[in-house]
């Protein structure tokens, strides 16, 4: 009745940004991703507690306000006649700050909630479980380089690299602990429904998707950089130009890609990638980790970095 599944957030390189179906959730194209490992979510679910009606703790304090989502995750994946829950939710990194923390705690939830309902579902099944409430979460089932493809009526996802195989590095500069003021959700409807950028954008997402994926496979850093950047300048592009804009940086985040441009220039290997929050992440090499590390510690704005290297998918911690 009671399991605890851990995952780890996922960094797109090439970005979904963009819903073809949303009642399903379902992705206007496809992505490419790097799952990270030392940033983590928990999530314990308990369909033997007793309790009433479906409780969240997140971090130890009562959290109403996302309580809607889970809840409608469980009843997809268990039924709307399963037991009520406990869900002990734990991080050990900011939430909802551009940093995909619903990618994780997702990917978690429907780990730790088959087994607790004793369901047997396969790894693709529970990413497109999870990818159904939030579509990247789906990315982080999957260890090291993930591909998601849009699929004509279902996702598929799979991992194109292990961590071993390109042991990449991931420096994330931390310019803004609080949460963001727009949901990624409801900003990428807006993007499709008001930026004229909209249809060329997911026009060309297979053919840097097809880039990408060549990167990969040759461990090209210079051309995954090139596309990399470019993609999410694009999806920066295509938010911009949405009408009432939506602007997820500060200064802090651009002062972050200069120190990623000084570094270039200097020869690291590394290029930078934004999601929807003012965080920079900078992918690297391990001979530029330090010297990432320290040029956006000195960057101004920034509160903190963190580091990580490529992980595990979601996983099962202990099953009761
Ligand atoms: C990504 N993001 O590919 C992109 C880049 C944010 C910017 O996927 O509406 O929280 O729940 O499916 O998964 C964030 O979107 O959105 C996201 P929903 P989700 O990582």
Request: proline residues 3%; positive net charge; charged residues 20%.
């Amino acid at each position: 009745m009671r399991a605890e599944a851990q995952a780890q957030p996922n960094i797109a390189l090439i970005k979904y940004w963009g819903k073809r179906d949303r009642d399903r959730n379902l992705p206007a194209s496809g992505s490419l991703s790097v799952t990270l490992d030392s940033l983590w979510t928990r999530m314990a679910v308990d369909f033997g507690s007793g309790c009433a009606k479906d409780c969240l703790l997140v971090n130890g304090e009562v959290n109403p306000a996302m309580l809607a989502r889970v809840s409608a995750c469980l009843d997809r994946l268990c039924g709307v006649k399963r037991p009520a829950a406990r869900i002990d939710s734990t991080g050990n990194f900011p939430i909802g700050a551009g940093l995909a923390s619903s990618a994780s705690a997702f990917a978690a939830l429907v780990t730790a909630a088959a087994r607790a309902a004793n369901i047997t579902l396969d790894r693709l099944t529970l990413a497109r479980q999870a990818g159904a409430t939030s579509g990247s979460a789906a990315r982080s089932l999957y260890p090291g380089i993930v591909e998601l493809c849009a699929g004509d009526d279902e996702i598929q996802v799979a991992s194109i690299a292990a961590a071993s195989e390109w042991p990449l590095r991931i420096v994330v500069a931390i310019t803004e602990e609080s949460s963001k003021p727009l949901a990624s959700g409801d900003a990428m409807i807006r993007s499709a429904a008001t930026s004229p950028f909209y249809a060329s954008w997911i026009d060309r997402q297979n053919a840097d998707l097809q880039l990408a994926r060549a990167a990969v496979q040759q461990r090209d850093f210079a051309a995954l950089a090139a596309v990399a950047e470019h993609n999410c300048l694009k999806m920066h592009s295509v938010m911009w130009t949405s009408r009432p804009a939506i602007v997820y940086w500060n200064n802090a985040t651009i002062a972050c890609m200069e120190s990623i441009r000084v570094l270039q220039r200097a020869g690291h290997a590394v290029f930078f990638t934004i999601d929807a929050g003012p965080q920079l992440k900078a992918i690297c090499l391990r001979e530029a980790e330090a010297s990432v590390i320290s040029a956006l510690s000195a960057t101004s704005g920034v509160r903190r970095v963190m580091t990580s290297g490529l992980g595990e998918g979601a996983r099962l911690l202990d099953a009761a």
